[in-house]
Nanobody, 115 residues
Framework: QERLVESGGDLVQPGGSLRLSCATSARVLSRYAVAWHRQAPGKQRELVAR???????NYADSVKGRFTISRDNVTNTVYLQMNNLKPEDTGIYYC?????????WGQGTQVTVSS
């Protein structure tokens, strides 16, 4: 059983910033890519950003230039820095380990972008 615990979600105004955290284990960070996904109300869950164990990152087109995913091997945490937030970024944000498909998901953290 792999541990994934998200935090950092909040209510923020358009144009604001948030940093989400996904706490996991050293074993996960040393071996696997970790991804952030989000699910907006009434929509399917979508991939937002992914960070490989090599450091390679990729992003959904809708967040490129605004979001940054990073891995901290000291705190065993994967961060998602979100800048210039838009109302369409609203949703529950989850992290997971793509190598295991849908086997491991965190509980999610709510991000609401609204004035």
């Amino acid at each position: 059983q792999e541990r994934l615990v998200e935090s950092g979600g909040d209510l923020v105004q358009p144009g604001g910033s948030l940093r989400l955290s996904c706490a996991t284990s050293a074993r996960v960070l040393s071996r696997y890519a970790v991804a952030w996904h989000r699910q907006a109300p009434g929509k399917q869950r979508e991939l937002v950003a992914r960070a490989a164990s090599s450091g390679l990152t990729n992003y959904a087109d809708s967040v490129k230039g605004r979001f940054t995913i990073s891995r901290d091997n000291v705190t065993n945490t994967v961060y998602l820095q979100m800048n210039n937030l838009k109302p369409e970024d609203t949703g529950i944000y989850y992290c997971n380990i793509p190598a295991f498909g849908d086997l491991y998901w965190g509980q999610g953290t709510q991000v609401t972008v609204s004035s």
